[in-house]
């Protein structure tokens, strides 16, 4: 089976389990954990549905990762979903479907301009992400690189082949830019 065959195949066996869920999400006398653990598996999905689709932006601090003399043998940096696994669920999961005429497609949609956006970040930033992703705190993505102090550049996929390979040009050049 072809990628994206796969692809379409997962996103509408979500879309289905989405709009079968929702009338149990949406009725509040279940909400005994029920709500969270839905939104949760429902944000599971969404990130199994393919690798992230990246947004061109990288952390300042992922990119000093990459000079040579930064100390770092094998510097890596994380993929960020910009928006939240749980708060994408709980969107979806809230979502008035009705006027859709093909939910598939729309979540197909929604995947590659929102929810499945990632920016690349060190570790430790991911880590002081959390804090400021949670459902109950989150209001949009450049609230919470904000937040936790992550700035973030636009480069193209030409520079991050050179930050790949720790062109110290182009990493000084790109970190001036900032």
Request: glycine share 6%; charged share 30%.
């Amino acid at each position: 089976m072809k990628k994206e065959n796969r692809f379409y195949n997962k996103c509408e066996a979500l879309a289905k389990t989405i709009v079968s869920l929702q009338p149990l999400y949406l009725d509040a006398s279940n909400d005994g954990g029920q709500k969270a653990y839905i939104e949760t598996m429902i944000g599971a999905g969404l990130w199994y549905l393919s690798k992230g689709i990246w947004t061109g932006n990288i952390s300042v601090n992922a990119l000093e990762l990459f000079l040579p003399e930064s100390g770092e043998n094998k510097p890596q940096y994380t993929e960020d979903h910009e928006y939240p696994r749980k708060v994408s669920g709980m969107e979806l999961l809230n979502k008035d479907w009705s006027g859709d005429t093909d939910i598939t497609d729309s979540l197909i949609e929604l995947f590659q301009s929102r929810y499945g956006k990632v920016n690349y970040v060190t570790k430790n930033e991911n880590g002081r992400l959390t804090k400021f992703q949670r459902a109950e705190v989150f209001l949009s993505p450049a609230n919470a690189y904000e937040e936790a102090g992550i700035d973030l550049i636009t480069i193209t996929d030409d520079e991050l082949f050179e930050v790949k390979k720790r062109n110290s040009l182009i990493i000084e050049k790109l970190i001036a830019k900032a």
